[in-house]
């Protein structure tokens, strides 16, 4: 159980255009989704809380007209990376936090953009 | 500020080395701090979640002692397998909220048989 998507898995554009990633939750409902990003080598950086039914949280240095984040139903969390540049070229992960309580944090596989 | 680092960067040891991972955080009023692997291009997996209130978990061939006062835990993993290769991770919540995590840059590790 508590197994979350992403898809797609890999996706390369051009720059300029604009890129949608979707979280799932396939077995559980999760009211809060977080959104991050790992560059190569390095750890995975907060990029967003989002939260079922209302605004995302971004942290600080996140531009929130920039990465979208749409939180629409209990387990389902979308970011849309507007516009990407090259230097939005990254591997974005989500992770899904049960409604249910738990401490743990279910995360996704991951999604692999690259902009050319 | 909450800062998480982890030492070394990187490992690499014959297959059945017993082998000690450190991470170490600034702030120690953490409410847990949890251990993940991460395998290349690749999502994360839980191993171990540890409570404030706790000093170590242990699952299988993975011990994760927690020792608040210092800022610190270690993962211990014992009889090290190629299948152990990977990144090793650990995070505690952001301050006063408790379902953000920061990550520390993580440990590689290659285990070669």
């Known amino acids: 159980g508590a197994v979350v998507s992403q898809h797609p898995s890999r996706v390369i554009c051009k720059s300029g255009t604009s890129v949608k990633i979707e979280c799932r939750s396939l077995?559980?409902?999760?009211?809060?989704m977080f959104w991050y990003r790992q560059f190569p080598k390095q750890s995975l950086m907060l990029m967003a809380t989002?939260?079922?039914?209302?605004?995302?949280?971004?942290e600080q240095g996140v531009e929130k007209d920039k990465f979208l984040i749409n939180h629409a139903s209990l387990t389902l969390s979308t970011l849309t990376v507007t516009s990407a540049h090259p230097e939005d070229s990254s591997f974005y992960i989500c992770?899904?936090?049960?409604?249910?309580?738990?401490?743990?944090?279910?995360f996704g596989p991951g999604t692999r953009l690259t902009v050319l | 500020k909450q800062e998480v680092t982890q030492i070394p960067a990187a490992l690499s040891v014959p297959e059945g080395e017993n082998l000690v991972l450190n991470c170490s955080f600034t702030?120690?009023?953490?409410?847990?701090l949890q251990w993940f692997r991460q395998d290349p291009g690749k999502g994360l997996t839980s191993l171990l979640l540890i409570q404030s209130s706790q000093r170590e978990q242990t699952s299988g061939r993975l011990n994760a002692s927690l020792d608040k006062s210092s800022g610190r835990s270690t993962l211990y993993i014992a009889a090290s397998q190629p299948g152990d290769s990977a990144t090793y991770l650990c995070a505690v919540p952001f301050s006063g909220g408790y379902n953000k995590l920061i990550f520390g840059a993580g440990t590689r590790l290659a285990v070669h048989p």
């Open positions: 702030d120690s009023a953490i409410y847990n």
């Open positions: 077995d559980f409902q999760a009211t809060t």
């Open positions: 989002s939260n079922e039914g209302s605004k995302a949280t971004y």
């Open positions: 992770s899904a936090q049960p409604t249910s309580g738990s401490d743990t944090q279910y």
